[in-house]
Structure formats: C-alpha cells, structure tokens
Antibody
Framework: EVQLVESGGGLVQPGGSLTLSCVAS????????MNWVRQAPGKGLEWVSS????????YYADSVKGRFTISRDNAKNSLYLQMNSLRAEDTAVYYC???????????????WGQGTLVTVSS | DIQLTQSPSFLSASVGDRVTISCRAS??????LAWYQQKPGRAPKLLIY???TLQSGVPSRFSGSGSGTEFTLTISSLQPEDFATYYC?????????FGQGTKVEIK
C-alpha cells in the first residue's frame, strides 16, 4: 500500500524557517516525481513545488521562489521542503503528492499524504 | 501561466441528480487535465486523469470529457458520499495550476 506521511509542521513566527518532511512507503520512491501542494484555511489548492525522480529538475511557484527549497533523499525514501522567510500568507496545510507519468506521457497526482499544518503568526 | 476557471463555484443538488462541473483553461492543454474530490479535513482524491480516464476504484457514475480548453466533470447520479469540493488541475506545463474549486452541497 502506498503511504505518504508528512511531518514538521507547526507554529513559526514571520520571517522564521521550517522544514517539512514526507516519508514514502509501499512503492519505489526513486522512480517518481514528487510534489508539494498547499491549502490555506478555507481556500483552494495551490501547487508549490515539484522535483524529478533524480532530484535534478526542480520547479517552484512564483509565490515561494527564492524562499522555499525542495529536495529528496532517495536512499531514505524522503521528500523535504525547506521554508525560509515565512510569511503569514504561507499559513496552510502542506501535502506531499506522488506524480505518475504514464507510457503515453499523461500525468496526474495519484497519492497524497494527510497533510501537515504550518501556521505563521507572531 | 495557465489559469483554470471552474464553474459554478457552488452547486446545490439532490441525491440522484445529474451534476456537471466545467473547467476552462486560459490556453490549450490538450488532455493534460485531472479532477480531484476533496472532503473536509481530508486530502484530495484523484477521480479522473487525462481528461477522461477514470482512476481505478472510482465509481463509474463519475466521468470526464473535453480537450484543449474546455473540460467537464459529470456525476450521473449524485450519491450522499459525493457531497464534497471538486478541483480540476492542469499538468500540461509548470506552474501546475488548480481551478478554484466547486463545492457541491445538499439541496
């Protein structure tokens, strides 16, 4: 069974830093692109960042570029999100999600973690 | 960036109703579109990918159609467990974007 378990959320002051982790199990982690998606309280879904299976190709949303860093450790089946210079508007539940790429190059997020809440407030 | 606009944003329906949700892309995305269902306090769940392919285990009352810029999610006969918020997502290019969501509530 595929499982994604996020951790590391909590309360942090504006300007502070936090690192989120997502531990994967039940599949060959090193074969999949991974993503972070967030959801502010009462709001919709916002894609944050993607990392290729090797870790060599990375993309960010403009809203977090220069402040957040995505990384992975395939030996530890783990995905990370280093978040610096946090702002009130970064307050959200952060989900990690596995991205599937089919043989016909169709893509989708088929498995999601349960999410971890980050609250940025003084 | 590709913008996705869902309509309606809110929908009130009864059990057994046929429900249709639209998703319009600001530029062509061929069929790189997925639909997700989210219930309060839960992670999103994949329903449809490649615009019209039903994810394994998802009931056949859910269907998707469209290509290019116009897409539709249809629930043929709404069931009590279908009351939730639905999101479309484009995976044609980065940044990945989601529609703003359609909340389906009980009439």
């Amino acid at each position: 069974e595929v499982q994604l378990v996020e951790s590391g959320g909590g309360l942090v002051q504006p300007g502070g830093s936090l690192t989120l982790s997502c531990v994967a199990s039940g599949f060959t982690f090193s074969s999949y692109e991974m993503n972070w998606v967030r959801q502010a309280p009462g709001k919709g879904l916002e894609w944050v960042s993607s990392i290729s299976s090797s870790g060599r190709t990375i993309y960010y949303a403009d809203s977090v570029k220069g402040r957040f860093t995505i990384s992975r450790d395939n030996a530890k089946n783990s995905l990370y999100l280093q978040m610096n210079s946090l702002r009130a508007e970064d307050t959200a539940v952060y989900y990690c999600a596995r991205e599937v790429i089919t043989v016909t190059m169709r893509r989708y997020f088929d498995n999601w973690g349960q999410g971890t809440l980050v609250t940025v407030s003084s | 960036d590709i913008q996705l606009t869902q309509s309606p944003s809110f929908l009130s329906a009864s059990v057994g109703d046929r429900v249709t949700i639209s998703c319009r892309a600001s530029q062509g995305i061929t069929s790189y579109l997925a639909w997700y269902q989210q219930k309060p306090g839960r992670a999103p769940k994949l329903l449809i990918y490649a615009a019209s392919t039903l994810q394994s285990g998802v009931p056949s009352r859910f269907s998707g159609s469209g290509s290019g810029t116009e897409f539709t999610l249809t629930i043929s006969s709404l069931q009590p467990e279908d009351f939730a918020t639905y999101y479309c997502q484009q995976l044609n290019s980065y940044p990945r974007t989601f529609g703003q969501g359609t909340k389906v509530e009980i009439k």
